[in-house]
């Protein structure tokens, strides 16, 4: 291993209204989808898009100096094409499959969904949150583009919920799913295009007392897999210990999946932080941490990308100032990179411009770019009057 340095309803209705989704999902229309064919959902990463072509650039949420939030677009090369003000700081991000529109969502707890057009930066709309439910910054469409899932709280009852939102009637919302859990956070497609992978971070929070986590001696985080027209949850898992909150994924082309934990428990304690689910296997595996990164990595993984042929995972340990790589194929720790803040990671194409690899950003405005084999091959850029916020999400 090697290290390198650079500068909803009552209880009593849910079957009624799992019953009207239904119908409501059977009508929704495809859009020019063949037999047999799988057009993968915008999702934050270079596998989710391989049935379309990349528009070189990238989608983060950033705010500027004054504290003003804002959606920005970035060429991988970290130069700024476009910036728009939003109201609320966002999250996360997704590109519609057919359409040239990004989505980025509002931080937990947000209540807006603002939707751009890729090219121009211009508003098309915004989706408000349903009475009594907020969003946690995440989402994505399905394989056709006809629906959008995000992850919402129902905050009365305090439970996870997944939005279902209409993208060809602007976006109404026409029900929701259990989540699986409590806080659910970072949602990807499957590669089977049938099943969403929700990481339910299992904390619970309510809008009066803010990101106050309100059960962490009772909290249970999952990794579920939940079919995304039934509901019907297909799968699920739980970490070794209920502290370690699942919050961010990513998923390969052949289904690997890549989780990273944020422990809620003492310091000290010394814990697993990436967690993996391999296509045949029925249970999470907890990929071994090394001693000497236990105390540095201060319990805390941001965001997780994967290589397009599925063998490297990259997560982003803000809190320690160091982003690491993961051999998917041996499951160890492969080298590390100390870049300070780092938080967004997002495997990118080749272009005329720039190599295959990884671009990587930070909570200073700075743009890494490193290559396959995980050296630096770009950058540090530096976007003056700019801090990026925690994820990139591939346009």
Not at 323 to 352: H, K
Not at 367 to 375: A, M, N, P, S, V
């Amino acid at each position: 291993m090697s290290n390198f340095s650079i500068g909803g309803g009552t209880r009593a209705s849910c079957a009624s209204q799992r019953r009207r989704l239904l119908q409501a999902l059977a009508s929704v229309p495809l859009m020019g989808l063949t037999g047999g064919q799988v057009a993968f959902a915008g999702g934050n990463n270079a596998t989710s898009g391989q049935d379309r072509r990349p528009a070189g650039v990238v989608i983060s949420a950033c705010d500027d100096e004054s504290g003003q939030h804002h959606a920005s677009c970035m060429r991988y090369s970290g130069e700024e094409r476009w910036r728009q003000p939003i109201n609320e700081r966002a999250h996360g991000a997704t590109r519609h499959p057919h359409k040239p529109w990004a989505l980025i969502f509002a931080r937990r707890p947000g209540q807006e969904i603002n939707v751009f057009d890729i090219e121009s930066g211009e508003r098309i709309t915004r989706i408000k949150a349903a009475p009594d439910r907020h969003f946690y910054g995440h989402g994505v469409f399905s394989p056709d583009g006809g629906l959008l899932y995000a992850t919402e709280n129902a905050i009365t009852r305090g439970e996870g919920r997944i939005g279902v939102y209409d993208a060809n009637r602007d976006f109404a919302r026409i029900g929701e799913f259990d989540s699986g859990g409590i806080g659910p956070h970072e949602i990807r497609l499957h590669p089977d295009g049938q099943q969403l992978i929700i990481a339910n971070g299992g904390i619970l929070t309510r809008p009066e007392t803010g990101r106050v986590k309100l059960n962490l001696d009772t909290m249970q985080p999952n990794l579920t897999l939940l079919d995304r027209i039934s509901g019907k949850v297909n799968w699920r898992d739980s970490p070794s210990h209920h502290q370690l909150s699942l919050r961010h994924l990513d998923v390969s082309r052949d289904g690997i999946i890549v989780a990273g934990y944020q422990y809620q428990g003492p310091p000290s304690d010394s814990r697993s932080l990436i967690v993996m689910k391999r296509p045949a296997s029925t249970a999470l595996e907890e990929l071994p941490l090394p001693m000497g990164y236990v105390s540095q990595l201060k319990q805390y993984i941001a965001s997780i990308a994967i290589s397009p042929d599925g063998t490297l995972a990259v997560a982003t340990a803000p809190r320690g100032n160091l982003i690491t790589l993961w051999n998917l194929d041996t499951g160890e720790l492969d080298s590390t990179l100390d870049f300070a803040d780092c938080a967004g990671v997002l495997a990118v194409p080749t272009t005329n411009e720039t190599p295959a690899g990884f671009v990587v950003s930070n909570g200073r405005g700075e743009w890494l770019l490193i290559d396959e084999d995980g050296l630096p091959a770009l950058g540090p850029v530096r976007l003056a009057n700019t801090h990026w916020d925690n994820h990139l999400a591939l346009m």
